[in-house]
Nanobody, 121 residues
Framework: QVQLVESGGGLVQPGGSLRLSCAAS????????MGWYRQAPGGQRELVAT???????FYADAVKGRFAVSRDNAKKTVYLQMNSLKPKDTAVYYC???????????????WGVGTLVTVSS
């Protein structure tokens, strides 16, 4: 079984920072890209940032210059450092990873259950 477990969400004031973590576990042969999505109340799930195995990154325009995605391949963990947070960043943040389990010929997309980030004074 492959699992993604997020941590690090919570309540923060506007202008503050939070760091999210997401650890992959289970019978994992390889991990391709990893990343973060978010879904605001009443909204659709949207891409926040992704990172490839070698470390190439992509950011949504709304978070460029404020958020930074990184990963530790040895720990099978992806991080999202969020700075200068705004109320509109309030959302459930989901971890996503393209993973190939052992004894399976192809990779597939896995999701965490999400962690709530609330930006409010």
């Amino acid at each position: 079984q492959v699992q993604l477990v997020e941590s690090g969400g919570g309540l923060v004031q506007p202008g503050g920072s939070l760091r999210l973590s997401c650890a992959a576990s289970g019978s994992i042969a390889s991990i391709e890209h990893m990343g973060w999505y978010r879904q605001a109340p009443g909204g659709q799930r949207e891409l926040v940032a992704t990172i490839t195995t070698p470390g190439n990154t992509f950011y949504a325009d709304a978070v460029k210059g404020r958020f930074a995605v990184s990963r530790d391949n040895a720990k099978k963990t992806v991080y999202l450092q969020m700075n200068s947070l705004k109320p509109k960043d309030t959302a459930v943040y989901y971890c996503n990873a393209q993973i190939r389990p052992y004894f399976v010929s192809s990779s597939r997309s896995y999701w965490g259950v999400g962690t709530l980030v609330t930006v409010s004074s």
